[in-house]
């Protein structure tokens, strides 16, 4: 388990099944997050938790909760981890709406860095974010993270083009910032 002052993350189990497909059913949570908006029935969920999650031997995903209640917060992940080249990707999505816009995405967000970076000795991680979801491309820039790439229309959302940039954060960029 990796701890800090407000959030825990914790191996995700198949127990956190319900919670996550609630989340991944609310088209406000996902809509600044998921390529393809969808609604999905509990066993696909089930099956996408135990088969693409779990099973996975190239990420990592851990459920976000509160130190002091318990309650599930969100999902973090590390996927399409290449230990060869030491890089990884990484996904956030703060499911629980109550703790929306109070710092607990930028907490668990560094955790998962000091895990990549320090722990697992990374050398890349890398993220995508669409273009309208400013208030995340804040919160990358604050930990270091730059933009190193565009893909120009490339999500439809909400009867608009939207962009989706690539960001990417290098450890001995991450270890200068902290």
Known sequence: MLTSERVQLRKMVMEDSEIYHSWRNDLEVMNSTSLSLDLYTYE???AFVENVILSSTTSKSY???DVNTDIAIGIVSLINIDSKNRNAECIIDIGNKDYWGKGYGQESLALLLDYAFLEMNLHRISLRVFSFNKKAIHLYKKLGFVQEG???ES???K???H???QMG???SEYKESM
Do not use: A
Request: glycine share 4%.
């Open 159 to 161: 009867g608009k083009w």
């Open 169 to 171: 954060l290098l450890r």
């Open 63 to 65: 459920m976000i909760t």
């Open 150 to 152: 565009l893909s120009r």
């Open 155 to 157: 999500l439809f959302r």
């Open 44 to 46: 696909e969920t089930k």
């Open 163 to 165: 962009d989706i940039i």
